[in-house]
């Protein structure tokens, strides 16, 4: 009797220990990494068995049965996941009940217009591309953001998602980001401005960002555009005349797309224009509202990105002369 309790003994003790080593095993895998897909609703054994169906080599009944032994069965959320050669059954638990989902990212540039918010997205690693056959105003729509347009009503920003997400997901986020931003920007407004919406803002905003060359020169290339809006000038900003272009642009701006009349075109006509014409970020949005203190109404660029300011358009016509002419 003595002789059979020792085995049994020695035999449990062989089964905890191929066990306790087991759960420290790396996965054997078809590929040095596998998705892995946990959805709503999935109980302890369909997770394993989707352990297995993603094409780990693995006994879906023992992970399983490991799953129940750690008592965390119920605690694994749903999401994406990424398994790769250093993935055991112990890590693979933890990384469930964290919910450590495979993220991938995405950047939108400050400056950018819609167009290419798209082509970022359309491009994006894992992203499902659920808006590719959505014009901008369905998207619009979509987003909750009826009648209000596409163009610069984004956030640019890094966004995280996990893999498989949508990519109306990730624009939802950013109108949100841009939703806050435009709303903090508002409420700081300096007292004299003349900009009577937040949407004004955006639009004033989005010239300032793509004006501008050298962040230090925001708030005044923003004290210039507010300071010719105050008098009733003509904004003549390139950029304007660029966007309402469109396609027909073809790298270089001709004395006659400043002469041919679009609703953006801000020689032709005065005041901003009708829509933002690209995303700006946080600090164009702070320059919109809270201008450098100046009388100068024009500017130039002096070649090293940073601007020249003049309150006069003689001054002006000189700076052109020594910084574009080099008289």
């Known amino acids: 009797m003595r002789l059979l309790f020792s085995v049994v003994v020695a035999l449990l003790l062989g089964v905890a220990g191929a066990a306790y080593l087991w759960l420290d095993q790396p996965f054997d895998l078809p ?39 750690s008592g965390q069965s119920r605690q694994i959320r749903a999401g994406s996941y990424e398994l790769d050669r250093q993935t055991t059954p112990r890590s693979l638990l933890q990384k469930l009940v964290r919910g450590e989902e495979a993220l991938r990212s ?56 996990s893999k498989g ?12 980001a841009m939703d806050k931003r435009l709303a903090a920007a508002w409420a700081l407004r300096d007292s004299a401005s003349l900009l009577k919406s937040p949407e004004e803002v955006l639009v004033l905003a989005s010239i300032v960002e793509k004006e501008t060359g050298s962040p230090k020169d925001r708030a005044n290339i923003a004290a210039v555009f507010s300071n010719r809006l105050r ?24 004395k006659k797309d400043l002469q041919t009349d679009t609703p953006w075109n801000t020689y032709t006509r005065v005041g901003l224009p009708p829509t933002p014409i690209a995303m700006p970020g946080k600090a164009s949005l702070l320059a919109a509202v809270q201008p450098a203190t100046s009388k100068a109404l024009y500017f130039v660029a002096r070649g090293d990105g940073s601007s020249q300011f003049s309150n006069t358009l003689d001054e002006h016509n000189r700076a052109v002369n020594k910084y574009q002419r080099g008289q």
């Open 106 to 161: 995405v950047t939108l540039v400050e400056g950018w217009t819609f167009r290419q918010v798209r082509e970022a997205l359309g491009k994006a690693e894992q992203l499902k591309p659920d808006s590719r056959a959505l014009t901008a105003e369905d998207i619009m729509n979509q987003l909750g953001k009826s009648g209000t347009p596409a163009e610069g009503h984004f956030f640019p920003d890094t966004y995280t998602y």
């Open 231 to 254: 008098i009733g000038m003509r904004l003549q900003t390139d950029p304007t005349v660029i966007y309402g272009m469109g396609a027909a642009f073809d790298g270089n701006l001709r």
């Open 165 to 176: 997400s949508s990519d109306m997901a990730v624009m939802l986020r950013a109108v949100h």
């Open 31 to 69: 590929n040095p990494t596998v998705d892995l897909s946990i959805e709503p609703g999935m109980g302890g054994r369909d997770i394993a068995s989707a352990v297995q169906d993603a094409g780990v080599n693995v006994n879906a009944g023992l992970l399983y049965a490991w799953f129940r032994f």
